[in-house]
């Protein structure tokens, strides 16, 4: 399964990909690629990940996934990912995916979004 969390900065993106990533046979980035993401008008570096997770899952090459290597920390979780015997879910949390959500459907209709949300002030205030 692939999951797609999307929020804005101070929502709990950061938690939510640690949730996900901590069940068994899940490896879940938070914000994998964004120097690699276009905000509006080219969904195709979003697809590609959507192609690289399916790929993946499907017992494809782990190393075939582009990211962004200046992140320590999905430099991080990209070598968990490496590690990982048996995946069975891959997920990244950004909120750059939500402009593509009908594009990424289009691909595949097997991906699982998780939206959150949280109260503008609390939001500003963190």
Known sequence: ???????????????????????????CFHELNPTGAVFEGNPQPILNTVNEFQAIL????????????????????????????NVRILGDIAFYYLRYVDDILAVNQNVRFVCIK?????????
Not at 11 to 18: D, E, F, I, P
Not at 63 to 73: G, T, V
Request: aromatic share 4%.
């Open 1 to 27: 399964m692939i999951v797609f969390g999307l929020g804005s900065g101070r929502t709990g993106t950061a938690s939510l990909s640690h949730l996900i990533g901590s069940q068994q046979g899940s490896i």
């Open 58 to 85: 499907d017992g494809g090459n782990k190393r075939l996934l582009a990211l962004d290597y200046s992140r320590p920390a999905s430099v991080a979780k990209y070598a968990e990912l490496q590690a990982a015997k």
């Open 118 to 126: 949280r109260d503008r002030s609390e939001t500003v205030d963190s």
